[in-house]
């Protein structure tokens, strides 16, 4: 019987079996180290996104209705509803999204229910939108204009209640506070807008005032798009970071997530421009048959919407997969001979 190295019956050291980095200690991942499966990670501060959410819906009506209030003329309100439409259907939109999302949530913490969180999303999202259409009927003027901005603004919160449903509450909590951060900033950025006209070149000419316009709306629009993706990344660290301090059984957030939380704001963005083409198409070509100006200044105003969606969709979702990637480390190096033990008996 051989006692040689490599002999049948050698008797040989027992090799520890090679382990490398589990899946929860690979950056941008909530799995447990045992590598059980688990339910997405929850949104987290989803009531107070909601409460946020509804308040700059509040916010955009109010303005709206004063807008339109103080216009001396019919045409003149009519115009200024068209031009006030937009910012109304994208809050709406938003409000309708983040409380769906926080009406959902609590159904999923107690077990797989798609159905039912879908649902509930959709019931949360209708709410909103017949409490808006229903401050708007009773404190706008009772005319069509008022009907149009009311069931497309209904419409509007249905749409975000439904993609509230969807089953990864993280990721849609990301889309709906990215999306709010950049409809604040749009309304926020309008008082730089006059000096951005003077630096890029405005003068009398009619070509350089498009110049600059054009100019002004894509450096608007870059950094929207940038605010969405640091906002998008944002929030989906804080919901792996919480789901990891409560030791919460949940999926691995990966890259793909944060791609469509980095799009999902210019998403939304392009959905309510769809929203309001279909239902807000009436009210905008009333708005169009006042004259040739305003004909011209609704298409115009039409084509910047979505080039802007376009924009931040782009911006946003590179932004998020950029710091995203940022963070990731590479795996560590392991030695062969103590990943085939095999290897090592040849060696020596």
Do not use: H, K
Not at 140 to 151: F, V
Not at 192 to 197: V, Y
Request: charged share 10%; proline share 6%; aromatic share 6%.
């Amino acid at each position: 019987m051989s006692n040689q190295p490599g002999g049948p019956t050698a008797a040989q050291p027992e090799r520890p079996q090679a382990t490398g980095p589990t899946t929860a200690e690979q950056p941008g991942s909530a799995l447990p180290a045992d590598g059980s499966a688990g339910s997405p990670p929850s949104a987290p501060g989803a009531l107070v996104l909601a409460l946020l959410a509804a308040g700059w819906l509040a916010a955009m009506l109010w303005s709206t209705r004063e807008a339109i209030n103080s216009a001396t003329a019919g045409v003149t309100a009519i115009s200024l509803s068209a031009f006030a439409l937009p910012g109304v259907i994208s809050a709406a939109l938003v409000a309708g999204t983040a409380v769906g999302l926080a009406a959902a949530e609590p159904v999923t913490r107690r077990g797989d229910r798609a159905t039912l969180r879908f649902a509930v999303a959709v019931g949360a999202g209708l709410l909103v939108g017949l409490a808006a259409a229903l401050a708007i009927s009773l404190s706008y003027a009772d005319n069509t204009t008022t009907r149009t901005i009311a069931g497309t603004t209904a419409a509007a919160a249905v749409i975000g209640g439904a993609l509230a449903g969807a089953r990864n509450g993280a990721v849609v909590g990301a889309v709906a506070s990215a999306a709010l951060g950049t409809l604040v900033f749009v309304v926020g950025f309008s008082v730089a807008r006059g000096p951005l006209f003077d630096l890029f070149g405005a003068g009398d000419s009619q070509q350089s005032m498009i110049t600059a316009a054009t100019w002004v709306s894509r450096t608007e629009s870059l950094l929207a798009g940038l605010l969405a993706g640091f906002l998008a990344f944002g929030y989906l660290t804080w919901a792996r970071r919480r789901a990891a301090r409560r030791d919460t059984p949940v999926t691995a957030v990966r890259w793909p997530a944060y791609l469509i939380a980095g799009a999902g704001p210019g998403l939304l963005l392009l959905v309510a421009e769809v929203i309001i083409r279909v239902g807000g198409r009436s009210l905008i070509d009333l708005a169009a048959a006042l004259s040739e100006a305003d004909a011209v200044a609704q298409t115009s105003m039409g084509t910047s919407r979505v080039d802007n969606g376009i924009w931040v969709l782009f911006v946003g979702a590179l932004t998020a997969m950029i710091v995203f990637g940022r963070t990731l480390t590479p795996a560590p190096e392991t030695d062969p001979t103590e990943a085939d033990p095999s290897q090592a008996d040849a060696v020596r």
